[in-house]
């Protein structure tokens, strides 16, 4: 079955630094997705990309689907505390009334005193 | 804007015994779906509704679990019996249009 890769499965950073975290499948979507989930809550969505090759921002938040329609990638500019959490990608390819959706075992972010 | 609502919040049952979750999602979200998030791992779909259709329900373990969405707004999901490997984060999420999920808070289900 469809699969996503994401990497790394952990981040120990210190505050101020630059995040980077990425998804990579076998399986072609046409759309990605970019969730945080903190403790005891629901994912919350993040970036919404459509379209091979589009960069969208969100705040401090970057995001790209990548040109092979096969991976994406999440960057967080100038982490402050509040960006501990787990970061989720999902896949999504939506063909007439058919939605499928996949998520990768997503990115812990440890943010260090 | 409310968001998707879901109760309870947390569940403590023996195995064998049967349980339900409740959800109320996003005011005119035609789109609902049930996930299971195991520790450690992403939300796995278990059930997605077109209204009051379930459209997909391939991962769905029949034998035990059943889902309804009467008139096409509310949903209950029920499980009987619970085995000890149900214990999970149950989640439910509501779309439009954009097919953009919006996810409820989750119920915690811890099953001994």
């Known amino acids: 079955g469809q699969q996503l890769n994401q990497s790394p499965q952990s981040m120990f950073i210190q505050e101020g630094e630059d995040v980077s975290m990425n998804c990579t499948s076998s399986?072609?979507?046409?759309?990605w997705l970019w969730y945080k989930q903190d403790p005891g809550e629901g994912p919350v969505l993040l970036i919404a990309?459509?379209?091979?090759?589009e960069l969208t921002s969100n705040g401090r938040l970057t995001a790209q689907f990548g040109i092979t329609r096969k991976d994406s990638f999440l960057n967080i500019s100038a982490s402050i505390p509040s960006d501990v959490g787990i970061y989720f990608c999902a896949g999504q390819t939506i063909m007439n009334r058919d939605d499928k959706i996949i998520f990768g075992k997503g990115t812990r972010l440890h943010i260090l005193p | 804007e409310a968001g998707v609502v879901q109760s309870p919040r947390y569940k403590i049952i023996e195995k064998k015994q049967p349980v339900a979750f409740w959800c109320n999602p996003i005011s005119g979200h035609n789109t609902l779906y049930w996930y299971r998030q195991n520790l450690g791992q992403g939300p796995e779909l278990l059930i997605r509704y077109e209204n009051e259709e379930a459209v997909d329900d391939s991962q769905l373990p029949k034998d035990r679990f059943s889902a309804e969405r009467l008139k096409g707004v509310d949903s209950t999901l029920k499980i009987q019996p619970a085995e000890l490997g149900d214990s999970a984060v149950y989640l439910c999420a509501s779309s439009s249009f954009t097919y953009e999920q919006y996810f409820g808070p989750g119920t915690r289900l811890t099953v001994t």
């Open positions: 399986s072609i979507f046409n759309t």
């Open positions: 990309l459509y379209k091979a090759g």
